[in-house]
């Protein structure tokens, strides 16, 4: 799992809720990839907010502030807490990395830290890039000369580095990309929600950029299953007539084997004598309910799999799927609890909810009139 942390709860020191997240991954028995998210501007739009900020009456725009507007970090603060993270938790099964969100959120300053940062320690860097059009109007404002362009220039383009999204990436921007060595990571459902775009996925593969799938937090039917999204992304990008991008071997091979580089999981997902010993089983009577005739299991994991076909699960030898059930967290329980805390949360969000419809259209009107996408 990757967290890309863009909200602490604020409830404790994040060092300490760093540490809870790792216990409740080792709980669970995942690897994790934990990048706490930083940015240091525009935190309600890509200029000045107070525009969209004068629709809200007091209570409303008093919310909002409290939500989005706090005080940045400088950017040694932040390089050091990742530092302080990383001490804690840092382990085999704990990837730690640095989490700029975006560059429409980030100074050039935060950016060439974290690039400085990165190069110095290898440390592993996830942020996400061009997701939106508005995103790309900015960024061509902002970096006349080339947003990729830059990120290269500064040296955060490289084999440690992961991007997020790239919906409108540029032809000439993704060989920058591919030859860099930085992976993509689509999150095709997510972006199909926000109506972000589609991507140049399957132009970028062809370029040379490693590709992986992720789903971002919203999935097609909101409910994380990594295994339709990737059999979602590979349809979308696939090709056209007989014209075809990759072979399902081809595919599976890329997404897990890119999707562990993200995370910093070692090995390729190749089984085989002395690699990592993670590996998923698949329920091929699920797959194969009819048994009519003899078909590729591969070739049904990518016709009609989905989280209900796995059966089993084993994390670095440890068993932590049996049957389709987790073995080390009563997961029914777990999300009871979640839910319950959320609906007694929302009382404390009563004024920004209530603001909320007035705050969205103002949204809309500032960025078709400053991003030049009515």
């Not at 640095?98 to 690039?115: D, F």
């Not at 060595?181 to 399957?202: E, W």
């Not at 799927?321 to 009563?330: E, H, S, W």
């Not at 004024?351 to 400053?370: D, K, N, T, V």
Request: proline share 6%; aromatic share 6%.
């Amino acid at each position: 799992m990757m967290i890309l942390y863009t909200r602490p709860s604020g409830i404790m020191p994040i060092v300490d809720e760093a540490r809870e997240i790792a216990r409740a991954a080792q709980d669970v028995g995942i690897r994790l990839a934990f990048a706490l998210s930083v940015r240091d501007q525009n935190p309600i739009v890509y200029g000045d907010e107070s525009e969209p900020l004068g629709s809200l009456d007091v209570a409303g725009r008093k919310s909002l502030e409290e939500l989005f507007m706090r005080p940045p970090p400088k950017a040694a603060d932040y390089l050091s807490t990742v530092d302080e993270i990383a001490a804690s938790i840092a382990s085999p099964m704990v990837d730690v990395q640095l989490g700029p969100a975006g560059v429409q959120w980030c100074s050039r300053q935060l950016l060439e830290a974290i690039a400085e940062r990165s190069a110095l320690t290898g440390r592993r860097v996830h942020m996400h890039l061009l997701e939106t059009i508005y995103q790309r109007h900015w960024a061509d404002e902002a970096f006349p000369g080339g947003v990729v362009k830059y990120l290269n220039e500064i040296g955060l383009l490289s084999d440690r580095l992961t991007l997020a999204h790239c919906i409108h990436a540029r032809p000439d921007e993704l060989e920058i990309i591919a030859a860099s060595g930085a992976r993509i990571v689509t999150n095709f459902s997510s972006n199909l929600h926000l109506g972000s775009g589609l991507g140049p996925i399957a132009d970028a593969h062809r370029r040379g950029c490693p590709i992986a799938v992720g789903v971002d937090g919203l999935a097609l039917d909101e409910d994380d299953d990594a295994v339709r999204e990737m059999r979602l992304v590979k349809l979308a990008h696939g090709g056209l007539g007989f014209r075809a991008t990759w072979s399902c071997e081809e595919f599976l091979s890329l997404a897990i084997r890119n999707g562990r580089r993200v995370t910093g999981a070692p090995g390729s997902g190749q089984l085989a004598p002395g690699a990592p010993a993670d590996l998923v089983v698949m329920d091929l009577d699920r797959l194969d309910r009819d048994a009519i005739v003899d078909v590729d299991p591969l070739h049904l994991l990518f016709a009609r799999g989905n989280a209900a076909c796995v059966r089993d699960v084993i994390v670095a030898g440890r068993t932590i799927v049996r049957d389709g059930q987790p073995t080390g967290v009563d997961l029914p329980a777990i999300d009871g609890e979640l839910r319950r805390m959320y609906r007694a949360g929302l009382k404390n969000h009563g004024q920004f909810i209530a603001a909320w419809p007035s705050l969205e259209p103002a949204l809309g009107r500032w960025f078709g009139a400053h991003c030049g996408c009515d």
